[in-house]
């Protein structure tokens, strides 16, 4: 299969047309494996109720993201995936990358990664690795409620630097996207070799405008540079962007 599959047009979730086709979604049943209808992981198989949403099998979840990653993501390169939860973009990233790349895919959830390996197992992906762990700025251990890190104890899950991952000898990537709840900073601050040393291009999901700043701030230092391709319609929403090293170009 061309892995630069092209996106079908699906009604954008917020419009009335996207609100009457969501109707009977509230009946689909978790737990189904259903093929990937459109998008960037189209015919990839699916378990409903995984994800965030039913976009993800359906074919219209971030498009504007999956688009990006069509255009910056090349046969045989190595990425990274922190904050995979249930694998969409690692699905994406590993048919991107073909069997001459690599992809590592970070996730700190157990119920996550039970998904996210079995959507792996189902596709026949052998070229991901699966690391369950948080990214932050040094190892330790955090708390954790399942979806992002809190301050209230619930329960607690192991913490590593990405330039202690680097250290250890893995592959250095040159695409990496990063959505973990609002701990994006953290993580760019346990990564200052991998900023100054790897010219990868990072695609980066913030959670508030505040955040959003101090993180592009961060890598400004390291002659980093911005895109924004995030087409959401929401105005209180931040949107993602991409870093770009000094370097490169897009």
């Not at 688009?67 to 995979?84: F, H, T």
């Not at 590592?104 to 990664?113: G, H, K, L, N, T």
Request: aromatic share 10%; with cysteine.
């Amino acid at each position: 299969m061309n892995n630069r599959t092209r996106f079908m047009s699906v009604p954008h979730p917020g419009s009335l047309l996207g609100r009457v086709i969501r109707l009977p979604l509230r009946f689909v049943p978790d737990n189904k494996v259903v093929r990937v209808l459109a998008g960037i992981n189209k015919g990839a198989l699916w378990i409903t109720g995984s994800g965030t949403t039913h976009g993800c099998w359906i074919g219209n979840y971030e498009a504007d993201h999956a688009a990006a990653l069509q255009r910056l993501v090349k046969p045989g390169a190595v990425a990274y995936d922190i904050g995979s939860h249930a694998g969409f973009y690692t699905l994406a990233l590993s048919r991107l990358v073909g069997d001459t790349g690599r992809v590592f895919a970070f996730e700190p959830s157990a119920r996550s990664v039970y998904f996210l390996r079995r959507h792996l197992e189902l596709n026949g992906r052998q070229n991901v690795t699966v690391v369950q762990s948080a990214i932050g700025r040094d190892t330790s251990l955090i708390c954790f409620d399942g979806f992002r890190q809190t301050s209230k104890e619930t329960y607690l899950i192991p913490s590593m630097s990405l330039d202690q991952f680097a250290a250890a000898g893995f592959p250095s990537p040159s695409f990496i996207k990063m959505d973990i709840e609002g701990a994006e900073k953290h993580a760019l601050e346990g990564a200052v070799e991998a900023l100054s040393q790897i010219k990868a291009t990072w695609m980066i999901a913030t959670h508030s405008e505040d955040l959003r700043m101090q993180c592009r701030a961060l890598m400004a230092m390291y002659g980093y540079h911005f895109e924004k391709f995030d087409s959401t319609e929401d105005p209180g929403s931040a949107p993602d962007f991409l870093a770009i090293p000094h370097s490169g170009s897009l």
